[in-house]
Nanobody, 127 residues
């Protein structure tokens, strides 16, 4: 049973930075894709960033140039470096993982293609 656990969330002022981590346990195989999603109150879950084990990344337009996703294949871990945070980045952030290899960009941006999910972690951007 694969478990994903997020860490690193918290509160920060606008313009600040946070680094989220996602660690996978209980897996005897390496994940092919890892991703970050977020859900704000009364809104649907949306993709933030994705990364394949080969290093191919994808970002939501709203975070391009501000957020950076990375992955440590050996540790089955993913990270999200968030800079120049805005109040609209406030949400619960979820880590998603999949065993799929080299899925299309469209597939990586679809939550239904991820078999494993973390419990979520709160990120609050407020002055």
């Amino acid at each position: 049973q694969v478990q994903l656990v997020e860490s690193g969330g918290g509160s920060v002022q606008p313009g600040g930075s946070l680094r989220l981590s996602c660690a996978a346990s209980g897996s005897s195989f390496s994940l092919g894709v890892m991703s970050w999603w977020r859900q704000a109150p009364e809104k649907e879950r949306e993709v933030v960033a994705t990364i394949t084990s080969g290093g191919t990344t994808g970002y939501a337009d709203s975070v391009k140039g501000r957020f950076t996703i990375s992955m440590d294949n050996a540790k089955n871990a993913a990270y999200l470096e968030m800079n120049r945070l805005k109040s609209e980045d406030t949400a619960v952030y979820f880590c998603g993982g999949s065993r799929r290899r080299n899925p299309s960009a469209r597939a990586r941006f679809s939550s239904s293609n991820y078999e494993y999910w973390g419990q979520g972690i709160q990120v609050t951007v407020s002055s």
